[in-house]
Structures are given as C-alpha cells and as structure tokens.
C-alpha cells in the first residue's frame, strides 16, 4: 500500500467567489513509503497546493488524500496528522512565533508531551542535522538570521517532531551551495536511518536528477508525467511542454545531439556526460 494516495483531487482556492482559482485539477498520485519524491512544475502549476493536502492543512473538494489509508478529511484522524506528515512550508519565516530559534524547533516536541530533558535532546539532534549553532540557537530571535538560517530553522522545527513523511516546500531556495548540500545529506540520512518519506517541491532540476527516486512533473494541476529522473529527463518534449529545463548536463547531451552528436541514455550528472563525450569521440584514457 501506498504511504500517500491522491486520488482524482481537485482544489480551487476561494471557491465560488468572482476571484476562484482552480489549482489542482484532477490531480492523482501514488507515493511509496521510504520514496525521495520530487515535485516539479512551473510556477503556479499546483506543488504547494499538493504538499497543503498532505497534512490536512487544504482538503480537496473532490477526489480524496489518503495517508497510509486513512482519509484526511476523518477529523478525528486529522487532528494527529501533524506528526506523522510534517510540512515546511515555501516561506518559512512566515511560520515563525516563537522568540527564540531554539524555542521555535521546541514547540513540535512540546507538543507531543513529551519530558523537557526529551524536548531539549530532540532540539539539539534537529538543529545539528540543519547545522545551526545549539548557542545561538538560545539567544537569538529567528527574525534576527539570514534567509537561509531560516529556512533552516523551519526545517529543524518539523524534524524535531520526527515524522514518517516530511512535506517540502522549495527547501533549498536561497541557501548556498554548500547549505543545500548539508540539508541533502541531512534528508539523505533521514531516509536511511528513520526510513523517512520525503516529498519535496522544488524548481531546481540537478537536485532532482541527483537526489530523487521519483519525479512528478505537474502542470496546470495535474501529473503530466512521472518516472525515475532518467525516464522523466530523457522525455526532453513533455518537460519543455510543462514550462522547464532540463538538468545542466542534460541539456548540454541534449544540444550536443541537436547538433549531429550521436549519444545514448540521457546524462544526469557531469560525470555521466563527460563519460558519453569521451565515448563518442572515440577518445581513450592516456593514463596520465
Ligand atoms: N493562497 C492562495 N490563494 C489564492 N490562490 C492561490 C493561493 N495559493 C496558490 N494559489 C493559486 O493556485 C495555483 C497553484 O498555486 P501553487 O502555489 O500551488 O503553485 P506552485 O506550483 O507551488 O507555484 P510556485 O512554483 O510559484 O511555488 C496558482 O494559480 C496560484 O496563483
Ligand atoms: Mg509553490
């Protein structure tokens, strides 16, 4: 069974007024437990509008979402849903209350009763795996950090609560490179360890060449296309249709064979394309 089932779900905000926008329109999807799912879509095609299902935040008007088989329109299932789907949203800072960041991430384990000395251990192992400063952490307000501190912070405050299904909203938009590559890692061993599902939106196509196992390409509210990254990166015409780019590799394999190259499997990484140019051209290592 399914850990995420959406069926046929279709979402307008502000239904029935003259400003009615349809976002999800027919919109179904199949996620495994234990998957890296990610959502790609150009703007305005439905991915936050699907991760607000997930937790029960929006509930569809038609159609149904279910979690590990329960409907989230059951209240009664609802009202628990907050700790097994944990969603960080697309503009965290929005989401804070609290006055200090290590208050912020405490309020989840808070939440779930559990002892101050287990809410404090759960703060410190969240906020080590996002890399922020257990110190600052107690003196400082979450207004007072950077963007990508923030987005950070949200992210700890989720993974305190420790979830089965952590729902990502553009995770890494803002933060370095070397910032994306510690919430990579991080989620990396979430998954490993925890067995965690996670599903993340996001416009960044080489973060999901390198880490989705699935990838749902939305458009206009509905699934146009899903697959494994090589399947959904090798059908060049169905990702331009939905408004995006391929992976940089990609995209140079791509331009290469526009231009008489003759290449294989589509390269996800630099390494996979460098290895189809020196095949290609016949060349041989030197040994140097
Ligand atoms: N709170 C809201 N109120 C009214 N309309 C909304 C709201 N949120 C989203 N929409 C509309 O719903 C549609 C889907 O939006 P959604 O935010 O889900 O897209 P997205 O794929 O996440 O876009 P982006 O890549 O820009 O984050 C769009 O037409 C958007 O304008
Ligand atoms: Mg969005």
């Known amino acids: 069974m399914p850990i995420i089932s959406m069926e046929n779900v279709w979402y307008t905000y502000n239904r029935g007024t003259p400003i009615q926008t349809p976002a999800l329109s027919g919109l179904s999807l199949d ?7 990610a959502l790609a879509g150009h703007t305005g095609s439905g991915k936050s509008t699907v991760l607000r299902h997930l937790n029960g935040l929006l509930l569809p008007h038609r159609g149904r979402v279910l979690i590990e088989g329960s409907d989230t329109r059951d209240k009664s299932f609802r009202k628990g849903l907050w700790t097994r789907v944990g969603l960080v949203l697309q503009y965290p800072e929005r989401q804070f209350f609290e006055e200090t960041v290590f208050r912020e991430v405490a309020v989840g384990p808070d939440n779930l009763g559990l002892s101050p000395g287990e809410v404090e251990d759960r703060v410190l192992e969240a ?5 922020i400063d257990r110190r600052l952490a107690k003196e400082t307000s979450p207004y007072a950090l950077s963007g990508g501190e923030q987005r950070r912070v949200a992210l700890a405050s989720v993974l ?9 909203d553009e995770p890494t938009a803002g933060i370095d490179f070397r910032g994306r590559q510690r919430i990579f890692e991080a989620l990396v061993e979430l998954k490993r360890h925890q067995g965690a599902t996670i599903i993340m939106a996001s416009h960044n196509m080489d973060d999901m060449a390198r880490m989705a196992d699935q990838i749902v390409v939305i458009k206009e509210g509905r699934a146009l296309l899903e697959g494994t990254p090589r399947q959904v990166f090798a059908s060049h015409g169905l990702v331009r249709e939905a408004g995006l780019s391929l992976p940089f590799p990609s995209e140079v394999m791509a331009r290469l064979r526009e231009k008489g190259f003759n290449t294989g499997t589509p390269a996800l990484t630099v390494d996979e ?3 189809e140019i020196i095949n290609n051209m016949g060349a041989r290592k030197t040994g140097q």
Do not use: K, W
Not at 160 to 168: D, S
């Open 31 to 37: 996620i495994s437990r234990g998957g890296f799912v």
């Open 127 to 131: 906020l080590a795996v996002v890399g």
């Open 160 to 168: 305190a609560i420790r979830p089965g299904v952590l729902a990502l």
């Open 273 to 275: 394309a460098a290895e």
